[in-house]
Nanobody
Framework: QVQLVESGGGLVQAGGSLRLSCAASGRTFSTYAMAWFRQAPGKEREFVAGITWRTGNTYYADSVKGRFTIARDNAKNTMYLQMNSLKPEDTAVYYC??????????????WGQGTQVTVSS
């Protein structure tokens, strides 16, 4: 099993920045890729960004390209999401996910509890 714990959410004004963290523990060697998803009220969970754990290859949703950056620190078993130029439509609960799958579907094996990001206009 792998446990994932997110942190770093909060309230920010439009145009501001936040950095989310996701700390992994447990059988982390079984993780091939990790990703960030988000879910706004009344909407489906959507892919935001992903990263392969060993090579660091990254991929993003079109809606966040150029504004968000995903990164990982293998030594700390931690993944990050730097979010710049935030917009009100970025408001959502952000989840980190990981597992043997890599892609844009919510088919990951492990999930964190989520952290709220609220962007005010």
């Amino acid at each position: 099993q792998v446990q994932l714990v997110e942190s770093g959410g909060g309230l920010v004004q439009a145009g501001g920045s936040l950095r989310l963290s996701c700390a992994a523990s447990g059988r982390t060697f079984s993780t091939y890729a990790m990703a960030w998803f988000r879910q706004a009220p009344g909407k489906e969970r959507e892919f935001v960004a992903g990263i392969t754990w060993r090579t660091g290859n990254t991929y993003y949703a079109d809606s966040v390209k150029g504004r968000f950056t995903i990164a990982r620190d293998n030594a700390k078993n931690t993944m990050y999401l730097q979010m710049n130029s935030l917009k009100p439509e970025d408001t959502a609960v952000y989840y980190c996910a990981g597992g043997a799958y890599s892609g844009v579907q919510p088919d990951y094996d492990y999930w964190g509890q989520g952290t709220q990001v609220t962007v005010s206009s």
